[in-house]
């Protein structure tokens, strides 16, 4: 439990775990009950959404593992931390926890490597140049020129960026939701565009049927007002409203039992409020847009109670909220059809972008299919040019043979011209030599054979 609360007092910075240690002391009688744990543990915090999100949270588990850091940690607060006076700590931290940290540095520049590997490939297959400068901040939480070891400058680095972007979290998802919504609206358009007049007009009233049917839910409370408190006291927890007890509701709803209400922890409050709007069995409603309701809401609270900015709520704030007047608003809450996420401006400047891009993508198809073009017309050059070699060389073959043939033909004529088997006629033909009979030899060539007489005739 010491090791959960001090964890958990680590706040904005690493997952919520750093900055909001001055909060709350840690609890002797606690220690005494449970003690603390030697073996690490797998990270059992919330995703922080974050590309580093396993890196940074193995990172603080062993910190929180030394005593002498977790004492600097406790004592800390939240400017020293900012400025990197307790990243100055960990040359004090035990060596066998700075060889693990070595070894999870070791590992995350793998991870990293191997990732934008991953993405060189892909933009190299795709035909698009790499973004070198993207990809050097995916670096920037760590000191990559040294490689092998974790120093100083790394948890530095660490505290820096988790800071920077666990406050830009919320504000690319909004932006990314905006774009989704632009996107959906924009695809509805052009939809309609392809469909006959009729057809548009059927499309169009069932559009306006759905909005409809979406608007026309139950009040929706205010995030942490009382009456919402209240709600998830009676429906969730199965108590008399009249008996809400905020430090009571404060301990069952605090899942991890470490004093604090988290982000997620928040977010699970609102479940009530949300499924009022949401059903993702009805065709109007689309869980995209749950998603961003539940952060307006959780927001909302953050402002309303996280007086120290730390994206943590303590019991002492949530008890101080509950006194304030804005825990009694009785407004409904405004959920996102009432509150559009983009002007008509901003979509038809959505639009421009999107035809600029189109246009980008014609012109380069239109030169990819050039080049294409060019490159089929030298593969027939190609093509023809092998045919004329194969042609050429066939002809040489055979002009080859024939000589072949003509030469062993005159030498095999010749030997038999010199053995007297055959002689040369005038015009140039062989012919067979005449036969003598019994033991006589073949006559010369040119020799003119007599007659011979016979004995015994006239």
Known sequence: MVRRRALARCGLVLLSLWLCIHSVPISVEKAKDKPEVEQLEPPQSADTGLHYDRYLREVIEYLEKDPHFREKLKNA????????????????????????????????MNRLRLLIKAKHNLREGNGNTLDHQALLKQFEHLNHMNPHT??????????????????NYDKEHHDEFKRYEMMKEHERRERLKTMSEEDRKKEEQHYEEMKKKHANHPKVNHPGSEDQLKEVWQESDGLDPEDFDPKTFFKMHDSNGDGFFDESELE????????????????????????????????????????????????????AATKKVEFHEKDEWGTLDQNPAYTEEELREYERQIANEEDDINAKTAELQKQREELERKQEELDTQKSGLKQVSYCCESTKK?????????VALNYQCILGLSHITRDGQAEPAPVVPGNAQPLPPGHQQQDVPVPGHS
């Open 77 to 108: 607060n939240m400017d020293d931390i900012k400025q990197g006076k307790l990243s100055k700590e960990l040359d004090f931290v035990q060596h066998n926890f700075r060889s693990k940290l070595d070894e999870l540095k070791r590992e995350e």
């Open 150 to 167: 974790f120093e100083v400058e790394d948890l530095d680095r660490l505290i820096q960026s988790a800071t920077k972007d666990l406050e």
């Open 268 to 319: 699970a409050l609102f479940t009530k409020e949300l499924e009022k709007v949401y059903n993702p069995e009805n065709e109007e409603d689309d869980m995209v847009e749950m998603e961003e309701e539940r952060l307006r809401m959780r927001e909302h609270v953050m402002n309303e109670v996280d007086t120290n900015k730390d994206r943590l709520v303590s019991m002492s704030e949530f008890i």
């Open 402 to 410: 024939r000589k072949k043939i003509v030469f062993f033909g005159e």
